[in-house]
């Protein structure tokens, strides 16, 4: 997430839909909302974005962090692969489910403003 909240900020900001294609042309799948909470939630509470009411912005060790994974190449999946090694983020395995992936962390996405990004980037 924090990957596609660098790569859709314009002017520092970057908006939920654009995160969400960004995500989506990272990974080749949508996000779920709980993957979505699950991220920003730990992202925030780690101090490297903060949720406004025009998106996603990263803060000033989430835009250090964006740039050391950006220098580690052109490829997305070295750039991806950097910040898990940053974060220290446990690696995807088989066994994880997108419905686990919230993992307690408080909504932040509401119900009613997911359904409005998923019907626009959806539309044809």
């Known amino acids: 997430m924090l990957l ?3 790569a ?9 839909a654009s995160v ?3 995500a989506d042309a990272i990974q080749h799948a949508i996000p779920t909302k709980d993957e979505m909470d699950g991220a920003i939630g730990r992202l925030a509470r780690a ?3 903060v949720r406004t ?6 803060t000033p060790s989430g835009v250090r962090l964006f740039e050391q994974a950006h220098a580690a190449g ?3 999946e070295a750039q991806q692969h950097a910040l898990e090694v940053l974060l220290g983020a446990a690696q995807w395995h088989p066994g994880l ?3 686990s992936a919230r993992g307690g962390e408080p909504e932040i996405i509401a119900p009613q403003e997911w359904e409005r990004l ?3 980037y959806r539309r044809p």
């Open 20 to 22: 969400l294609a960004a």
């Open 53 to 58: 009411s025009r998106g996603l912005e990263l």
């Open 8 to 16: 859709a900020a314009k002017d520092g900001v970057a908006p939920l």
């Open 74 to 76: 052109k490829a997305i």
């Open 4 to 6: 596609a909240s660098g």
């Open 118 to 120: 998923m019907a626009r």
């Open 47 to 49: 101090g490297h974005l």
């Open 97 to 99: 489910h997108p419905s």
